[in-house]
């Protein structure tokens, strides 16, 4: 593992950039995306809003009240999807193996390019390549693993990179807040915080079995990168993992109605996984097999999204244009592809704070009590 050389990509400020590659009036001023609505929340915004104190996921009225010079807009996820897809398809082009941890990130394990024509350079000129053929922003790190990549990156922000060798990792790690760790949350910030742990050099230095017993299971890990250790492979784009479930019935089936109300009932399940997990998926499948065992699939190409409200009705579309012979069916499926890392209100631009606490205490309760807690509201017979 120690002549892995991992660069992260990250672009800057992704909704706000694209918004701003459609109307250039918009560089420079206090951008934010969000709902449309004094509802809603903040999905993203520009570094000069930054500045006012104005984050992503605050209440768009208290947005206003911070910078009330700003530009909203309301965010618009096929959009976004879009340019997600066309800066994932020139990393293909050229990677050897990449990750898309994120709608806006991507992992590249470039080691063993020196060989060739070295790692930094490939990496600056995969960046400017990006810059150039699409005039999207974006920021690159590149370090010994993907945590001080990802770091690294986070630093060189805003269009900028950074290069952080194996002999000065803890250097650089050292003097940062514990909060740049990617893994700690507000919760285990709070935690260290009341230790009196703020710095990054502060936590590397405790001994490991205490800081497991401050931060339970992943306390090990936290150390971990906190000193610089992360082995986690730089996964495949496209050997990620997809979320799938079928149904197989015991007797062949041509209720339309009844299929469709299974069809919508994985959707939420798969769906409640997918919030879960902090999960977003970009295409949809549907599966039927018929009594004769002629299996068909539909798919569809959408913007990322983690929501039975709308996944459920693209799943019911789909199932209509595939159900075209009208014989008894044995097996119907979904599944949900093309899965990357996200926080999934990001793309409830449509919706208001109200839709999202109403997501959030369905999950609650089915975190707890087990995902068949909560039920559409129909029969099964």
Request: glycine share 6%; proline share 4%.
């Given at each position: ?306 929501f039975d409200h709308i996944l459920i009705p ?18 119907i499926g979904v599944r949900f592809s093309n ?43």
């Open positions: 593992m120690s002549n892995r050389i991992i660069a992260h990509f990250d672009l800057d400020s992704f909704f706000v950039s694209v918004e701003r590659l459609q109307n250039s009036k918009l560089n420079g001023l206090p951008v934010i995306i969000s709902g449309g609505s004094d509802r809603s929340v903040v999905s993203s915004c520009s570094y000069e809003a930054r500045k006012y104190g104005v984050r992503s996921g605050m209440p768009v009225k208290m947005a206003k009240y911070l910078c009330p010079e700003a530009v909203f807009i309301k965010g618009d996820m096929e959009r976004y999807t879009y340019y997600s897809r066309i800066v994932t398809d020139i990393i293909a082009e050229q990677a050897p193996v990449y990750e898309k941890s994120s709608i806006d990130e991507h992992y590249i394990d470039v080691s063993g390019l020196d060989k060739f024509f070295g790692t930094i350079k490939w990496t600056k000129e995969l960046r400017k390549k990006i810059i150039n053929e699409i005039g999207l922003p974006i920021s690159a790190g590149i370090s010994v693993n993907k945590t001080v990549a990802k770091i690294a990156t986070g630093e060189a922000k805003p269009m900028g990179e950074m290069v952080v060798d194996k002999p000065v990792v803890n250097m650089f790690l050292d003097p940062l807040p514990v909060k740049k760790i990617p893994m700690i949350g507000i919760k285990t910030q709070n935690i260290l915080k009341s230790m009196g742990i703020q710095k990054i050099k502060t936590l590397r230095e405790m001994p490991v079995l205490l800081v497991e017993r401050l931060l339970g299971k992943n306390g090990i890990s936290i150390w971990e990168k906190a000193n610089g250790i992360d082995n986690s492979p730089v996964i495949s784009y496209h050997e990620q993992k997809s979320l799938g479930a079928e149904t197989t019935f015991e007797e062949d089936c041509s209720d339309i109605k009844l299929m469709t109300e299974i069809i919508s009932e994985m959707t939420t399940n798969l769906s409640f996984r997918l919030r879960k997990d902090q999960w977003l998926t970009s295409c949809l499948t549907v599966k039927i097999r018929y009594s004769d065992f002629d299996t068909h699939t539909i798919q569809k190409n959408i913007p990322y999204t983690a693209i799943a019911k579309e789909l199932f209509q244009k595939l159900y075209t012979r009208r014989v008894m069916i044995r097996l899965l990357v890392r996200g926080v999934p209100q990001l793309n409830l631009f449509e919706d208001t704070t109200e839709m999202i606490n109403l997501y959030r205490s369905i999950d609650y309760l089915k975190k707890k009590y087990g995902d068949r807690i909560i039920r559409k509201g129909f029969s099964w017979h």
